[in-house]
C-alpha cells in the first residue's frame, strides 16, 4: 500500500518526462519523413508543431512537479507511520516545505527560456515559494516550541 | 452552398489550444473517473436492471452538448462552419461499426472513455482491452478500409461529402443561417433533455416502489418493508443546508463519489469549451482513443524504425502525426490516475478469472475495428455528433444499442 503510494507519482513524473522526450525525438523526426515523402496528410506544419511541444513542455513541468510534491508528501507520511524518526521527527518537517521550494526554483530555472519575462507567471512562482518558505518558519518555530516545553 | 472555410475565432495561437485541449482531456478523466461515467454500462443496464437512469444521463449529455453549441452558433458566438466543418462522411459503416463496437465494448467491458479512465486506476483488463484495440485497427487498416473506402468514393450506401452535407440546419431549411441553427438546436435538444430526465424520473419511480416492498425487481421477489419494527435506533436527521455543504466537502475531498448528474453536467461544460477555444483551429471536439488507438500504435511502432504513415493504408491518409486530441487522451489517462491516486482507488487489479483477459482482448480488436469503420467511437462520434447537430450519433446510438443487446444475450448464454 505504502509502495504504491510512493512510487505511483515517481512514475507519473517519469511517464511525463518521458513522454516530452519521445515527442521531440520521433514525432518531429516522422514529421520530418512525412515531409520529405510529400505525405500532406500526416505531414504537421511548425506552427502547430511547435505549439505542441510547448504546451507538452509545460505539461511535462507541472506534472514533474505535482508529482514529486506527491512523492514528498507520502514519502514523509510513510516516514513518520513507520515510527523510523523517533528522534529527529521535527527535520522531516523542515525539510519537506524546503524540497519543494527547491523544486519550483528547479522548475522556474529550467523553463525561464519560455517564460521569458512573464510576470504572472513569474508572480505565481514567487508566491508559492515565500509559502513554502512561511511553511518552513512555521515548523522551525514549532519545532523549538515543542522542544522548549519538553 | 455554404461557405466551408476554417479561420480561427480568437488569435491566441496553437500552445494555448494544446494546453486548453489537454486540460479538458484532464478534466474529463478526472470527472469520468469520480462518476464512474461508462457509455456502455448505461447500455447494459437497459438490459440486465431494467434501470434506464444512466441511459437517461446520456440523452441528458447529448442534448445539453447540442444545446450549448447549437446556442454559440445561432447567436453569432461561434461561427456555423466551425460546428459542420469536421462531419464525417455517413453510411452503411456506421451502423455495422457502432454495431461491432458495441457487441465488442460490452464483452470488454468498458467503452473508449470508461477503458481509458479504468487503465489509468489500475485495471489490469482494460490495458489488454487498449492493446485489443491497437490490434482491432491494425486489421481494419488492410482488411477493410480500401473497400470501405472505395464503398465511400462512390457513394454506395454511402454520403460521398461531410461538411454541411450532414448538417441538420441545412438539410431541414436548406441554410446554416443562425435561425436555422437555432430552430434546429431545439428541435434536437430538448426533447432529449426531456426525455433523459423522464427516464431518470421513471427509474427512480420504479426503484421506490421495489425499496417500499410494493414492487419486485425482475425476477427477484420483492422486498419486504421492515420499516422500523425492529426496534433499531433511526439516524439523526440533518438540516438541508448542512447536509448539502457536507456533501460538497465531501465531493471536494474525494470521500465521495461523484453523481451521474453533476458528471454529466461536467462533461457537458467541457466539450462547450474544446468547442470554443479550438473553433477554427482543429477538430473542436472531444475525440478519445478512436483514432488515437491507431496512432498510438504507429507510435509504439516508430520507435522500433516501422513508419505506418508511409507503408500502410488508413495510417497513411487519416491522421496527422499529431494533433490536439494527442494531448487530451495522455491528459485523460493523466486525470484519471490523478483522481483515482488521490481517492484512493488507484490499485493494479488482475481479474481472477483469467478468461477475462483473454475475451477483454478479444473485445478489444472489435472495438478497434468498429470504431474505424464508424469513423468514430462512443465520445469522437456519436457524443461529438450530437453536438456537431449531425445525424450520424442517431445511427450510431441504435447500432451501439443494438451490439451492446447482442453481447448481453451472448454472456447470458455463456
Given at each position: 500500500m505504502y509502495l504504491r503510494k510512493v512510487l505511483a507519482p515517481l512514475v507519473l513524473s517519469l511517464f511525463a518526462m518521458g513522454w516530452y522526450r519521445f515527442s521531440e525525438v520521433y514525432i518531429v523526426g516522422s514529421d520530418q519523413i512525412a515531409l520529405c515523402h510529400g505525405n500532406y496528410a500526416v505531414y504537421v506544419i511548425p506552427a502547430q508543431l511547435d505549439g505542441y511541444l510547448v504546451a507538452n513542455l509545460w505539461i511535462c513541468y507541472s506534472l514533474v512537479f505535482v508529482g514529486l510534491s506527491m512523492f514528498w508528501y507520502n514519502l514523509v507520511k510513510y516516514v513518520k507511520d513507520k515510527g523510523f524518526l523517533t528522534e529527529g521527527k521535527g527535520?522531516?518537517?523542515?525539510?519537506?516545505?524546503?524540497?519543494?521550494?527547491?523544486?519550483?526554483?528547479?522548475?522556474?530555472?529550467?523553463?525561464?527560456?519560455?517564460?521569458?519575462g512573464d510576470m504572472?507567471?513569474?508572480?505565481?512562482?514567487?508566491?508559492?515559494?515565500?509559502?513554502?518558505?512561511?511553511?518552513?518558519?512555521?515548523?522551525?518555530?514549532?519545532?523549538?516550541?515543542?522542544?522548549?516545553?519538553? | 452552398m455554404p461557405a466551408q472555410v476554417l479561420e480561427p475565432v480568437f488569435s491566441y495561437g496553437w500552445p494555448i489550444v494544446f494546453a486548453v485541449f489537454a486540460a479538458s482531456g484532464f478534466i474529463l478523466g478526472w470527472a469520468a473517473q469520480r462518476g464512474n461515467y461508462c457509455f456502455v454500462n448505461a447500455m447494459t443496464?437497459?438490459?440486465?436492471?431494467?434501470?434506464?437512469?444512466?441511459?437517461?444521463?446520456?440523452?441528458?449529455?447529448?442534448?445539453?452538448s447540442a444545446l450549448g453549441t447549437g446556442l454559440l452558433v445561432a447567436t453569432g458566438f461561434i461561427p456555423s462552419s466551425d460546428q459542420f466543418y469536421f462531419n464525417y462522411f455517413g453510411g452503411w459503416y456506421i451502423l455495422v461499426g457502432s454495431t461491432i463496437f458495441g457487441f465488442g465494448a460490452a464483452l470488454a467491458g468498458g467503452c473508449n472513455l470508461s477503458m481509458l479512465y479504468r487503465a489509468a486506476s489500475g485495471y489490469v483488463q482494460n490495458w489488454i482491452e487498449l492493446f485489443g484495440m491497437m490490434i482491432g485497427t491494425y486489421i481494419f487498416a488492410i482488411?477493410?478500409?480500401?473497400?470501405?473506402?472505395?464503398?465511400?468514393?462512390?457513394?454506395?450506401?454511402?454520403?460521398?461529402a461531410g461538411g454541411y452535407v450532414e448538417y441538420l440546419p441545412y438539410l431541414i431549411f436548406h441554410s446554416v443561417s443562425n435561425e436555422a441553427v437555432l430552430l434546429t438546436t431545439l428541435m434536437l435538444a430538448i426533447p432529449l433533455i426531456f426525455l433523459g430526465i423522464y427516464?431518470?424520473?421513471?427509474?427512480?419511480?420504479?426503484?421506490?416502489?421495489?425499496?417500499?416492498?410494493?414492487?419486485?425487481?425482475?425476477?427477484?421477489?420483492?422486498?419486504?418493508?421492515?420499516?422500523?419494527?425492529?426496534?433499531?435506533?433511526?439516524?439523526?436527521?440533518?438540516?438541508e443546508k448542512v447536509k448539502l455543504s457536507k456533501e460538497i466537502k465531501d465531493l471536494i475531498l474525494l470521500r465521495k463519489p461523484y453523481g451521474t448528474n453533476l458528471t454529466t453536467v461536467i462533461l457537458a461544460l467541457d466539450i462547450i469549451l474544446v468547442f470554443i477555444v479550438g473553433a477554427g483551429y482543429t477538430f473542436n471536439y472531444l475525440v478519445i482513443t478512436s483514432s488515437d488507438g491507431g496512432r498510438f500504435f504507429e507510435y509504439i511502432m516508430m520507435m522500433f524504425g516501422q513508419n505506418l504513415f508511409i507503408t500502410t493504408p488508413w495510417f497513411n491518409d487519416s491522421l496527422p502525426i499529431v494533433d490536439t486530441s494527442t494531448l487530451m487522451v495522455v491528459m485523460l489517462c493523466v486525470g484519471a490516475f490523478t483522481s483515482s491516486f488521490l481517492s484512493g482507488d488507484f490499485k493494479i487489479r488482475i481479474p481472477k478469472d483469467r478468461r477475462r483477459l483473454l475475451i477483454g482482448f478479444i473485445g478489444g480488436i472489435l472495438v478497434g475495428i468498429g470504431v474505424r469503420m464508424a469513423l468514430g467511437c462512443n465520445v469522437g462520434l456519436m457524443w461529438t455528433n450530437f453536438a456537431q447537430l449531425g445525424y450520424d450519433g442517431i445511427i450510431f446510438l441504435f447500432g451501439m444499442l443494438s451490439g451492446v443487446y447482442l453481447a448481453v444475450k451472448v454472456q447470458e448464454r455463456l
Open positions: 527535520s522531516i518537517d523542515l525539510a519537506f516545505p524546503l524540497a519543494i521550494a527547491a523544486e519550483i526554483i528547479a522548475l522556474f530555472t529550467i523553463g525561464s527560456s519560455i517564460i521569458g504572472t507567471i513569474r508572480l505565481a512562482g514567487y508566491t508559492c515559494l515565500i509559502a513554502c518558505l512561511m511553511w518552513f518558519w512555521y515548523s522551525l518555530v514549532n519545532i523549538i516550541k515543542v522542544r522548549t516545553l519538553a | 443496464s437497459i438490459f440486465t436492471t431494467k434501470s434506464f437512469e444512466r441511459f437517461g444521463a446520456l440523452l441528458l449529455l447529448f442534448g445539453l482488411g477493410i478500409w480500401p473497400f470501405q473506402l472505395f464503398t465511400m468514393e462512390k457513394g454506395i450506401l454511402s454520403t460521398t427516464l431518470q424520473i421513471y427509474t427512480k419511480r420504479k426503484w421506490n416502489k421495489v425499496a417500499r416492498g410494493e414492487r419486485g425487481i425482475p425476477g427477484i421477489f420483492a422486498v419486504p418493508k421492515l420499516g422500523n419494527s425492529l426496534g433499531l435506533p433511526s439516524p439523526t436527521v440533518l438540516p
